[in-house]
């Protein structure tokens, strides 16, 4: 069974840090990695996506991948209030269109 | 910027009630996906539906369940005698194709409340 495995926090970070969120994935067959930002009782909405090893910078967000570790993270410089939420790593593998969903990381920014 | 859209946002109904979610997805993506998020739970994979027909179901995609798209716009979901476990958001995706790098985008869901 797949799965995709995040801490659930929260993360406490204060305002202008850096955080750190990071997820692990079950399967080695698995071909594209996003991360979504959830605010309390919203949808998902899609922060970056990541297919290749190695680093993917948008703004104040870096997204990394090593598919040996089975690992990607995300990066938030500067962190901002208006950045706390839950954060989702979802995997598509392969074989399908699905998206697996991690349970999510809750991110407190403290001003 | 387009983006997908849901009816209703909110639906309470009774146990063992038939319930109808609709969604319009993105003009001119072609794959359409429900996922439902249980409170306090991930958020999981319901169907996917493509060219008229469902491309890929879950497991929890059982016989209560059903997809439609009945016009050139809408995307439905039905449950058909709903359960309290049923309880949940669900929301509707669409994406411009269903390769591995596209992103799907979500509307902003339907909370549904079975009593």
């Known amino acids: 069974q797949k799965e995709v495995e995040q801490n659930s926090g929260p993360l406490s970070v204060p305002e202008g840090a850096i955080a750190s969120l990071n997820c692990t994935y079950s399967?080695?067959?698995?071909?594209?990695f996003f991360w979504y930002r959830q605010y309390s009782g919203k949808s998902p909405e899609l922060i970056m996506s990541?297919?290749?090893?190695g680093d993917k910078e948008d703004g104040r967000f870096t997204a990394q991948l090593n598919k040996a570790s089975q690992y990607v993270s995300l990066l938030i410089r500067d962190s901002q209030p208006s950045d706390s939420a839950t954060y989702l790593c979802a995997v598509k593998y392969n074989a399908g269109n699905m998206l697996t969903f991690g349970g999510g990381t809750r991110l407190m920014v403290k001003p | 910027e387009p983006e997908v859209t849901q009816t209703p946002s909110h639906q309470v109904t009774q146990m063992g009630q038939e319930v109808i979610l609709r969604c319009v997805p993105i003009?001119?993506?072609?794959?359409f996906y429900w996922y439902r998020q249980i409170l306090g739970q991930k958020v999981e994979f319901l169907v996917s539906f493509y060219n008229n027909e469902i491309s890929e179901k879950s497991e929890i995609f059982d016989d209560q369940f059903s997809v439609e798209r009945p016009d050139g716009s809408n995307f439905t979901l039905k449950i058909r005698s709903t359960k309290l476990e049923d309880s949940a958001m669900y929301f509707c995706?669409?994406?411009?194709?269903?390769?591995?790098?596209?992103?799907?985008?979500f509307g902003p869901g339907t909370r549904l409340l079975v009593l």
């Open positions: 399967d080695r067959v698995s071909q594209s």
């Open positions: 990541i297919y290749s090893n």
């Open positions: 003009s001119n993506h072609l794959y």
């Open positions: 995706a669409s994406s411009t194709s269903g390769g591995g790098t596209e992103t799907q985008y």
